[in-house]
């Protein structure tokens, strides 16, 4: 298995809504990402676990808050979000600790009404 | 911010034909990866070269990356159809392999 699965693939939530996104890869990998992507913009990283703890938070707001329950997990839980937030949400996954290529899911679609 | 840019933001090439997109950085890094994305989908990872490489191939792709200029280039051989996407290249951190950023991306057309 060499892929990373994002689900839901779409997601519409209101702003007083709580949704989460998820993530999984069987790949071994130990550091997971989730970045955050507009239209005709470049990825923008958001969050890095590394062996399941949080080692990069890119000053992102409260109500993005991450999760990793397992080496194969990676949660991404919404809440009170705002209009601006929609965007793709991508995942990845890479072999920790030495730099390797990046594994990327195919993305969940948030549009927040 | 270690975000690169890349040059040109848009190419558009006859099938065929051979396509180059570079791409500058900021600070020092462990290695360079490029990417490829069809529109709205995931990335794919193309080629990783290291900060103590100069070229490298895969199949149709050469990357060079002259740390010296802080920049790399991507060339796409004997572009076909299929190549039509974005482009990008993420660099890490010196000290930080595991934080790794997107340039801006080269928006490439080949036209059939």
């Known amino acids: 298995d060499t892929e990373v699965t994002q689900t839901p693939k779409h997601l519409v939530m209101g702003m007083t809504n709580k949704k989460s996104l998820k993530c999984e890869q069987h790949?071994?990998?130990?550091?997971m990402y989730w970045y955050k992507q507009k239209a005709k913009k470049p990825p923008e990283l958001m969050f890095v676990?590394?062996?399941?703890?949080?080692?990069i938070n890119e000053s992102v707001p409260s109500r993005f808050s991450p999760e990793c329950p397992n080496s194969s997990l990676l949660n991404l839980h919404l809440h009170a979000l705002q209009p601006e937030d929609s965007a793709l949400y991508l995942c990845?996954?890479?072999?920790?600790?030495?730099?390797?290529?990046?594994?990327f899911g195919e993305g969940s679609r948030l549009t927040v009404l | 911010s270690q975000q690169g840019e890349e040059d040109p933001q848009a190419l558009s090439i006859q099938e065929g034909e051979n396509a180059t997109m570079n791409c500058s950085y900021k600070?020092?890094?462990?290695?360079l990866q490029w990417y490829r994305q069809n529109s709205g989908r995931g990335l794919v990872h193309l080629i990783l070269?290291?900060?103590?490489?100069r070229e490298k191939h895969s199949g149709r792709l050469r990357v060079t990356l002259d740390t010296s200029k802080k920049s790399s280039s991507l060339l796409i051989t004997a572009s076909r159809a299929a190549d039509t996407a974005s482009y990008f290249c993420?660099?890490?951190?010196?000290?930080?392999?595991?934080?790794?950023?997107f340039g801006s991306g080269t928006k490439l057309n080949v036209k059939p």
């Open positions: 990845a996954s890479s072999l920790a600790p030495l730099p390797q290529p990046g594994v």
């Open positions: 790949m071994g990998h130990r550091a």
């Open positions: 676990y590394s062996y399941e703890k949080l080692s």
């Open positions: 600070t020092s890094i462990n290695n």
């Open positions: 070269i290291r900060s103590n490489e």
């Open positions: 993420a660099t890490d951190e010196r000290y930080n392999f595991n934080k790794f950023y």
